[in-house]
């Protein structure tokens, strides 16, 4: 099930697969471990899918709070350009998948390794249904993820990084969704992928119902003797477009992720890493930055500042049903030490939409 499966109305019009691989040449893949006390696993988001790593996109970061990571921000704030996968696993993995990524880029794309490797690996934290310090996630598994990405329609809940996450203390993980804008004679492409792990129940919002106060029972969360309070996680959103931009403007987008996020009805813990990355895949063959540049110039082509608008609204629109789609999609989840997270009670979600007037035409 997805969100538009439910009796409610979510502003704006989609692309073929309603998924960031919407955005023409952007793939998507999962490694998923389930085994012993393992919840967790490896997402790997190819801007322009494995033959093109190492040729840069526009790109920007945004971060709302800090309580998280997303390695090579550093560089990309400095260039404006990101060359390689995006990887998204869970906390205490972030430097093995880093490595993972060394090794792929080394053995498929060795002129690009012998340069210098940044990786961009983010996480949240899945330790309430993982054995997180275990040493479940390989470098192999970053190898894989990346060798498994593909175009096309894009599972979502219990799957890749996010496979150990929980978001409204229900069962979350991986969302996605997508928009499309006119601009001019040309229609481009607004994709978000989430990996959603945030967010306390009473605060859940759908469509702009708050549903939240009225689900509050069934919260292991709130029981189960651990250490996190309610709110705690992570949530890591990736924005693609084939619309040209500049890298200032990527990061204009990826400011525009929290609105999204708010409309599901968070406040933004403390606790909650919450960092955002958009990219744009168009000025192909721009923003290169390697030791023998042939070019004396380049150029961007780019949209009018002034005509950012719809992008805003795209994003905003997107992030919120890539959120309510990992809810949708996830599936209730046995962890390490038997905790539990139960998902997202849809037929009683259905019967409060009905009683808040839900359906078309509402908000």
């Known amino acids: ?32 471990l389930t085994e012993a006390d393992a ?142 804008v006119g601009h001019g004679p040309d229609t481009y492409t607004v994709g978000v992928f989430a990996q959603a792990n945030f967010g306390s129940r009473h605060e859940l919002t759908v469509a702009g119902h708050r549903v939240g106060p009225s689900l509050l029972d069934d919260d292991p969360m709130s029981t189960t003797d651990w250490f996190a309070p ?27 992720v929290p609105m999204g996020l708010a409309r599901t009805g968070t406040t933004g813990s403390h606790f909650s890493g919450d960092i955002f990355l958009a990219f744009s895949t168009a000025n192909e063959g721009a923003l290169t930055s390697g030791f023998t540049v042939d070019d004396d110039y380049q150029s961007l082509r780019f949209v009018p500042w002034g005509r950012m608008d719809p992008f805003y609204t795209a994003v905003v629109q997107a992030v919120e049903e890539a959120v309510l789609n990992a809810l949708t999609g996830a599936e209730e989840m046995i962890g390490r030490n038997g905790h539990r997270s139960p998902a997202l009670p849809i037929g009683r979600l259905i019967e409060l939409l009905a009683q808040d007037g839900a359906g078309a035409g509402s908000r």
Do not use: F
């Open 1 to 32: 099930m997805r969100a538009r499966d439910l009796p409610l109305t979510l502003d704006g019009r989609h692309g073929r697969h309603n998924a960031i691989t919407d955005v023409p040449g952007v793939e998507v893949g999962y490694v998923t």
């Open 39 to 180: 919840r967790t696993g490896v997402t790997a988001i190819l801007p322009r899918g494995r033959q093109k790593v190492g040729l840069p996109c526009a790109a920007g970061t945004h971060s709302l709070n800090g309580n998280g990571e997303m390695t090579g921000v550093t560089w990309i704030e400095e260039s404006g350009a990101l060359s390689l996968p995006v990887m998204i696993t869970n906390t205490h993995a972030v430097g093995t998948v880093h490595r993972g990524v060394i090794d792929w880029v080394a053995a498929r794309h060795p002129g690009l390794a012998a340069q210098w490797l940044l990786p961009v690996v983010a996480e949240t934290w899945d330790g309430y249904l993982n054995d997180i310090n275990g040493p479940h996630v390989r470098p192999e598994h970053a190898a894989q993820a990346i060798e498994a990405a593909a175009t096309g329609p894009v599972a979502e809940g219990n799957v890749g990084g996010g496979t150990g996450m929980n978001c409204y203390s229900y069962k979350g993980g991986s969302g996605t969704a997508s928009r499309l």
């Open 230 to 256: 309610s709110g705690a996680g992570s949530v890591i959103v990736v924005v693609a477009t084939d619309a040209p931009l500049l890298p200032g403007q990527c990061k204009a987008l990826a400011r525009r």
